[in-house]
């Protein structure tokens, strides 16, 4: 191709995407697991939360020091995964999103989506955005999901993705692959009929859905009883799904059926809720599926599908998938042969083999105990996994029949907490490739917080008291703690920028039953002097 051309298409390419930043490309988010940048929601596609960066450390992690905050002003829930690449710090808020100096915590632009209709129901917040070629895509509680500029924040696109008529909110990181924006609506509790779906990057246009409640005719209707059951099944999405990027195989975590306590309403084992669905990327198409937690009937969502990582078990290598539950269990699974090598207590179990009665069961973990919305961090360097969890235990009750009413929780049942002050978190740290307890921390509150582990030997994660915590991965202590005056309960990342490393914090509103530290939403920097 002669000059002429070539500039030519250049020219064109900038007309087309006027200005968008350069990436990243396919190629560096493939390779996110060795950028010192924060690409995807949990680091890479694999969702291992592990970054190679040195500098602060068990020795001189005491010496941190917060040098910049953004404030959102914002107190809707503040669970945010930040996202950072090219010296920029992208975070949103309910419908805001915001382009950060991730240094100088500086605002370069801000977003504002204008709702267009009726409103999802207001238990599920956003968590963040996705980057991929100069666009960032955010979902909305509204249902509407749309792409910007990541340069100027100029809005490209918009599409009605899912139906907030049917209380379908798109709350979660999108994932970004190839020309893919894979994303799917949260609300089980609610009765959806849960799906996740794949839609163009270039104009936001369907490309596949895979039913995560199925419809008539299709494997797995005959899991649920009467057709009716599956009209609310529930089967939401809570958190970004891990992808095995060489094989193109998506692993997708499936929250609860509905009605939540009243299994009598949906007999069988109500696939595919509670469960891991491994689909081809680029068409939906099912390849396979492991069922945690088969007719549940104490909402105990499979949140987790992540990290995927190969592990040395009985001398021989596995390529292995992390499932973790808020029945308090962590378990790892082959991804070849779908074998589970071992399941690890993370909080406290009691009487769960008892479905709840007319008159209650008391059990743990409770309605929003065990492993939430946060993964595990795996550090390959220690062959170490360390799990936020939540020991919070109660009474389940289940009504005399399925009442469902729209706009309201549809339970089957109640909950009865024991008292706030009895509940408590935990981080576990496990030896990946057995599943041996090597220590834990014990926090007065429940552990909500994302974990990131370094090659420093340092993990970082926060507390709904509001604390930041520093802490030496080989043995759980904490080396730096600080009170930001807000819950933790979302995004702790941390970056390189010119070579100095940083770590985020994302604070603010947790929901109300938690009790956590309110404050307005806020990201922290901190670095070494």
């Known amino acids: 191709m002669d000059k002429a051309k070539i500039w030519v298409a250049v020219v064109a390419a900038a007309l087309a995407f006027p200005g968008h930043a350069a990436g990243p490309t396919q190629d560096e988010l493939n390779h996110a697991d060795s950028s010192t940048e924060w690409l995807l929601p949990n680091h890479d596609y694999a969702g291992v939360r592990y970054v190679n960066l040195d500098q602060i450390t068990p020795e001189n992690a005491a010496s941190l020091r917060p040098v910049c905050a953004f404030q959102g002003a914002d107190l809707n829930r503040a669970l945010n995964n930040p996202i950072v690449y090219a010296g920029v710090m992208y975070v949103t808020t309910l419908y805001s999103t915001f382009a950060l100096d991730p240094v100088t915590c500086k605002v370069k632009w801000k977003h504002e989506w204008k709702p267009k209709g009726k409103e999802a129901n207001g238990s599920i917040k956003n968590r963040g955005v996705a980057i991929k070629d100069g666009r960032l895509v955010r979902g909305a509680q509204d249902g509407w999901m749309f792409a910007l500029d990541a340069k100027t924040g100029r809005q490209l696109w918009e599409v009605k993705a899912a139906n907030a008529e049917k209380y379908e909110a798109l709350s979660i990181n999108p994932l970004l692959f190839e020309d893919l924006v894979i994303i799917g609506p949260s609300g089980s509790e609610f009765g959806v009929k849960g799906w996740i779906g794949a839609f163009k990057l270039e104009d936001g246009s369907p490309v596949w859905r895979f039913n995560t409640i199925p419809d008539d005719g299709e494997p797995g209707a005959e899991t649920w009883g009467e057709a009716d059951s599956r009209l609310k099944g529930g089967g939401g999405i809570w958190t970004t799904p891990a992808l095995d990027v060489a094989k193109g195989h998506l692993y997708v975590a499936v929250g609860n059926p509905a009605p939540d306590m009243l299994g009598t309403a ?96 008391y059990t743990c973990p409770g309605l929003v105990g065990g492993v939430e919305w946060s993964i595990p961090a795996y550090s390959p360097k220690l062959d170490m996994m360390v799990v936020p969890a939540v020991d919070w235990c109660g009474v389940f009750k289940k009504e005399d029949e399925a009442r469902f009413v729209a706009g309201q929780q549809y339970l089957g049942g109640s909950f009865t907490w024991d008292p706030v002050e009895k509940s408590s978190g935990w981080l576990t740290a496990v030896k990946a490739s057995t599943g ?55 995004g702790v990342i941390s970056y390189a920028v010119e070579g100095k490393q940083y770590v985020a914090v994302v604070s603010g509103m947790a929901a109300g039953f938690w009790l956590g530290t309110p404050g307005s939403m806020t990201v922290t920097v901190f670095a070494l002097p």
């Open 266 to 361: 949906r007999p069988g084992t109500n696939l595919y809720t509670n469960a891991i669905v491994v689909l081809d990327v680029r068409t939906g198409a099912l390849l396979w599926h492991k069922q945690a937690v088969p007719h549940d009937t104490h909402d105990w969502d499979m949140p987790v599908t992540a990290p995927l990582f190969t592990a040395s078990i009985g001398g021989q290598q596995h390529e292995v998938v992390t499932m973790a539950a808020k029945d308090g269990l962590m378990r790892l699974v082959d991804r070849k042969t779908r074998e589970e090598f071992y399941s690890v207590a993370v909080a406290t179990r009691k009487n769960t083999d008892l479905e709840p009665t007319e008159e209650g069961v």
């Open 436 to 490: 041996e307890e090597l220590w834990r921390y014990h926090s007065s509150r429940p552990m909500l917080a994302s974990v990131t582990a370094t090659s420093g030997d340092m993990l970082f994660t926060g507390e709904l008291t509001g604390d930041f915590l520093a802490m030496d991965a080989r043995n759980g202590n904490v080396v730096y703690r600080y009170n930001g005056g807000g819950a933790i309960v979302g």
